[in-house]
T-cell receptor, first 114, second 113 residues
Framework: AQSVTQPDIHITVSEGASLELRCNYS??????LFWYVQSPGQGLQLLLK??????LVQGIKGFEAEFKRSQSSFNLRKPSVHWSDAAEYFC????????????FGTGTQLKVEL | NAGVTQTPKFRILKIGQSMTLQCAQD?????MYWYRQDPGMGLKLIYY???????DKGEVPNGYNVSRSTTEDFPLRLELAAPSQTSVYFC????????????FGEGSWLTVV
């Protein structure tokens, strides 16, 4: 069965600092990988996704993620964090079979200090 | 451009009551999903559907039922509500091609007391 691990429950960074959120997955084949962001009281918004091809994926709001098959990782990065980036971030793996169901990690809560 | 619409947004139920969470999408998506989100637990799949008339269990289906009589609608039924069903529920949908983006509704906050 597929699974996702986000080892950091909470992360605090200063505004303007760089950010990296870790994500490790377990899946038997080449996975579909996603990062979603959730602001308080809101639904989930897709930041970026990886299906195939270039392992460095660009997303919205200046985020990027790199797929590393050898490390089973899909870490999210941003060079300079803005206060509005404070939110919860979820990594997810999608099965490539019927249903394309998403399995989510437990999330990383990002706090941005001004 | 409505996307995925969930109703109600908030609801308080008494133990043993039943209710239906409504979900509708206007994107003609074949695939629809119901997730629940508990603090510190991420999202867990309850049920999903790959098209009208077809539903299947996800990771945590106990205590819930679904139906999919139309492409647009995917209601989630809670029978005999229990405190363990206090959660935030998200409906989602995607187009039929494998790997397409899954779009989420804004969530339904349910409290069982």
């Amino acid at each position: 069965a597929q699974s996702v691990t986000q080892p950091d429950i909470h992360i605090t960074v200063s505004e303007g600092a760089s950010l990296e959120l870790r994500c490790n997955y377990s899946y038997g084949a080449t996975p579909y990988l996603f990062w979603y962001v959730q602001s308080p009281g809101q639904g989930l918004q897709l930041l970026l996704k990886y299906f195939s091809g270039d392992t460095l994926v660009q997303g919205i709001k200046g985020f990027e993620a790199e797929f590393k098959r050898s490390q089973s990782s899909f870490n999210l990065r941003k060079p300079s964090v803005h206060w509005s980036d404070a939110a919860e971030y979820f990594c997810a793996v999608g099965d490539t079979g019927g249903g394309n169901k998403l399995t989510f990690g437990t999330g990383t809560q990002l706090k941005v200090e001004l | 451009n409505a996307g995925v619409t969930q109703t109600p947004k908030f609801r308080i139920l008494k133990i043993g009551q039943s209710m239906t969470l409504q979900c509708a999408q206007d994107m003609n998506h074949n695939y629809m999903y119901w997730y629940r989100q508990d603090p510190g637990m991420g999202l867990k799949l309850i049920y999903y559907s790959v098209g009208a008339g077809i539903t299947d269990k996800g990771e945590v289906p106990n205590g819930y039922n679904v139906s999919r009589s139309t492409t647009e609608d995917f209601p989630l039924r809670l029978e005999l509500a229990a405190p363990s069903q206090t959660s935030v529920y998200f409906c989602a949908s995607r187009a039929g091609s494998s790997g397409n983006t899954i779009y989420f509704g804004e969530g339904s906050w349910l409290t069982v007391v």
